[in-house]
């Protein structure tokens, strides 16, 4: 190897982790290439599986926009769900497949994050037969959500219209690729991530489509069993 | 509009004729076509309901006085809606499963492996040319080939393209290949005259369980209308659904089962000793543990008798209802919870997802097709079930109880991570299946490999006759 091509390679080496390099890559190269290659931005949540225990407890990541983006709009929110609470409670005991699920509001966002097992379109089907004339005064307050009311009278628009918000998923083979720094490079994994030349260029093109993302399909305590088995279980009833 | 169409709000004339009832012939020819010229399609089917002479007549819900000699109805595919001049609002307009079709919902349905869309016969492998299913029952080939015929000069035999014909016929009273009685429960609808009229202790299904626009029992749950509501309205999905069944595999498995359970310490107390005597004269202990596991397995003996009503033996003392029955206190020691009939309809027993009870009911209107297996003379010829699986919403209904109960056993935690014994997607190496006993033990049946591979099908679209004619008009 001559010495000015090893120059030469350092130089670009260097380049490649630079701040100049990171940001033209992002704002003119990542754009570029999305411009090239259309990609188009996959739904949310869990892809379906066959194995059981791939279909137990699953995430939703709900993210939904406020349309009042107001102190006064974030108060609305709190309010909606917590004059609800009992009965969303009691809705998701009856969806039967719910293991948590909480609301937070993020920024100017109402969030619903819920493990859930099976079927997401079953999930948000029993939801709203469960729970749709009381949810609907929380649809009410978010970007879209009108068109959706009566969430029970417009089933299938809503469960799409949930699945478009339920944050992306990124593949959990595309999160080992980054934890063991990317493809054909067995690399250690401290230069691995932040080289944005070894990162797969369809998991960036998904997300400059997709601005949210979950890494792999999460951590489980007790992983493959049911709400029900947890219940069943514990003698707890079903 | 007569009294009793008023009563049910909806007109019988409005609907095709195969959804609401069974029609009981003897054969069944479906016709797989592509959409060739468009206008001339939609010409026939206009001919099709106006009582063109040269055309086969659609079949109505209405009542007849005399039967006619053959039946016939359409559906219709994304790709068939498309192609026949669909507007794209009008197309968008349907469920997302639809849309994406019975292949592009694949993994939801458990057709993985050999069972993957890939590796369907022609034309299902290619869900594009798979456009319009025509469907001709009749007792008789000539009729079928006569009504086919009719088919094929549509439009001066321009209108389609036929792919392929699949022909199906009922052998032995109503029996299917693996031996069972089928066809016995079939939902039961809230004003709409049941000729059988055979007690079952559910509730009566509402209309729009399987028609498109009517309220459903989903606690206010309506299910969307494709538009123009013309289009919408009156009309019903179907999961058609060519199901390849291994018979010298279900069989062979029936003989390791039986051969484990007489080994099996509690074998005493699925048959009790001398108990075979009531199976029929001169059956042995081993045929009679053969046909315990093929009930289990079903929730049925084969000759039909429900194990809920008749436990220990398909010969009870005292005959008991085919329909009428129902798993009393959750009770799983005569039907396991995950035998197939219980995963299928839960009917009144504890499920987990209690929102969804009585919810995901389907019309079964299924045909076994290539000869009946004959133990002597063990062959390799593909044989299985025309299965069309009816409902308002494929979303809500079909696919709900493929992904969730009928594989992965969501509905009661003791069998959530099996799959369903005869249908499911089982491997070898994982499958389970528990069998309760009265003692409060289980006995578990394991390495069963699948037996129900998926050939073909597709989501189809029943439209209702008005929509026939919008159809045709555009
Ligand atoms: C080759 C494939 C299949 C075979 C051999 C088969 C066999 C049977 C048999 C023997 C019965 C009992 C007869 C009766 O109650 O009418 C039955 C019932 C039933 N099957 Fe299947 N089946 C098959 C596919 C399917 C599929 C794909 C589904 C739907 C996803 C399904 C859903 C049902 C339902 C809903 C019942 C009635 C349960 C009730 O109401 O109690 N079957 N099946």
């Given amino acids: 190897m001559s010495g000015n091509s090893s120059w030469m390679n350092s130089l670009v080496n260097r380049m490649a982790t630079s701040k100049f390099f990171n940001y033209l890559a992002g704002h003119v190269l990542v754009p570029y290439w999305a411009w090239r290659t259309p990609v188009y931005a996959q739904h949310g949540g869990p892809r379906a599986t066959i194995p059981p225990g791939d279909n137990m407890q699953r995430m939703m990541n709900l993210i939904l926009p406020l349309k009042d983006k107001t102190a006064v709009g974030r108060a609305k929110a709190a309010l909606a769900i917590a004059s609800n609470l009992d009965e969303i409670y009691a809705g998701l005991d009856n969806v039967g497949t719910v293991h948590f699920a909480r609301f937070v509001i993020i920024e100017n966002n109402m969030c619903m994050i819920s493990s859930y097992d099976g079927d997401f379109s079953n999930y948000i089907r029993d939801f709203v037969a469960q729970l749709g004339t009381v949810f609907d005064s929380v649809v009410a307050l978010i970007e879209g959500g009108d068109d959706m009311i009566p969430t029970k009278e417009n089933i299938d628009a809503f469960i799409n219209w949930v699945h478009d918000r339920d944050v992306y998923q990124i593949p959990d083979t595309a999160t080992d690729l980054l934890r063991y720094g990317t493809i054909g490079h067995s690399a250690a994994k401290a230069d691995g991530p932040d080289d944005l030349r070894l990162m797969p260029r369809a998991l960036i093109l998904q997300l400059h489509k997709n601005p949210n993302s979950l890494l792999g399909s999460g951590y489980r305590g007790y992983p493959g069993l049911s709400v029900a088995q947890i219940r069943h279980k514990m003698g707890l009833g079903w | ?474």
């Fill in chain 2, 1 to 474: 509009m007569s009294t009793f169409a008023s009563r049910n709000a909806f007109d019988p004339a409005d609907v095709q004729g195969n959804i609401l009832r069974g029609y009981h012939y003897g054969r069944v020819r479906h016709l797989i076509l592509e959409v060739h010229h468009a206008a001339a399609a939609r010409r026939w089917l206009g001919q099709c309901v106006s009582g063109h002479p040269d055309a086969p007549q659609i079949t109505t819900e209405e009542h007849w006085t005399t039967r006619p000699a053959s039946c016939f109805n359409i559906g219709l595919t994304y790709f068939g809606l498309k192609g026949l001049g669909a507007s794209k609002a009008s197309l968008a307009s349907f469920p997302t499963e639809f849309k994406a079709g019975m292949a592009g919902r694949s993994v939801k349905l458990g057709d993985i492996g050999e069972s993957a869309p890939n590796y369907w016969a022609e034309p299902f492998d290619d869900p594009s040319k798979v456009q319009l299913i025509a469907s001709i029952h009749a007792d008789d080939l000539v009729e079928l080939d006569r009504v086919e015929q009719q088919v094929v000069n549509a439009g001066s035999g321009a209108a389609f393209i036929l792919h392929t014909a699949r022909d199906g016929w009922n052998f032995d009273t109503d029996h299917v290949h693996f031996g069972y009685k089928d066809s016995i429960s079939q939902p039961r609808f809230i004003g709409v005259h049941d000729p059988d009229n055979h007690a079952d202790g559910q509730p009566q299904a509402p209309i729009g369980s399987m028609l498109i626009g009517y309220p459903t029992e989903y606690q206010g749950i309506r299910y969307n209308i494709p538009q123009p509501d013309v289009l919408g309205r009156n009309g019903a999905f179907n999961a058609f659904r060519i199901l390849a069944q291994d018979v010298a595999a279900f069989e062979a498995y029936l003989d390791t089962a039986a051969d484990e359970l007489l080994d099996h310490p509690l074998s005493e107390e699925l048959l009790a000793l001398g108990a075979e005597a009531s199976f029929g004269p001169d059956v042995s202990r081993r045929e009679a543990m053969r046909e315990i596991v093929a009930a289990k397995m079903c929730g049925r003996w084969r000759n039909g008798v429900p194990l809920a009503l008749s436990p220990t033996t398909p010969n009870p003392e005292h005959e008991v209802s085919l329909t009428n029955f129902n798993y009393e206190d959750n009770d799983a020691t005569g039907c396991p919870y995950g035998a197939h009939l219980r995963r299928a309809n839960p009917r009144e027993a504890a499920i987990v997802q209690r929102a969804a009870r009585h919810t995901r009911r389907l019309v079964r209107r299924g045909v076994p097709y290539g000869k009946a297996f004959d133990p002597a003379k063990p062959d390799n010829e593909e044989r299985g079930l025309l299965g069309n699986f009816i409902c308002a919403s494929l979303g809500g209904q079909f696919e709900a109880l493929m992904c969730d109960w009928i594989n992965l056993g969501l509905e009661d935690p003791q069998i959530t991570g099996s799959n369903d014994p005869i249908l499911g997607a089982n491997f070898r190496e994982t499958s389970w299946f528990h069998i309760p006993l009265k003692s409060g033990k289980n006995i578990n049946l394991q390495g069963f490999p699948r037996f129900i591979s998926t050939r073909g099908g597709a989501y189809t679209f029943l439209p209702g006759i008005p929509a026939i004619r919008y159809l045709a008009s555009l």
